[in-house]
């Protein structure tokens, strides 16, 4: 999927609930864009990619249940 860095997190959510990319495969696009660019920008300080994917996953499961969260659910 092209420039997802580049999409709102509204169209990142409509992505995930129309099932066209999961909340974990997101996720783990944005993390690799931090480990790409943090080291020079800096702009990062703490986070925490383990929980990250937890959560993704969570919301995952929850959509493949039909139960979602409001509207930006598994946004990154």
């Keep these: 999927m092209d420039a997802l860095h580049f999409k709102s997190a509204t169209e990142l959510a409509w992505l995930i609930k129309a099932k066209k990319i999961g909340a ?3 996720i ?3 993390l690799k864009r931090v480990e790409n ?3 020079k920008l800096n702009g ?3 986070m925490d ?3 990250a994917r937890v959560r993704a996953k ?3 499961a929850a959509l493949a ?3 979602a969260g409001g509207r930006c659910t598994a946004c990154p």
């Design 24 to 26: 974990l495969e997101l």
């Design 28 to 30: 783990d696009v944005f």
């Design 37 to 39: 660019y943090n080291p």
């Design 44 to 46: 990062i300080i703490w």
């Design 49 to 51: 990619p383990d929980k």
């Design 58 to 60: 969570a919301a995952d």
């Design 65 to 67: 249940r039909a139960r």
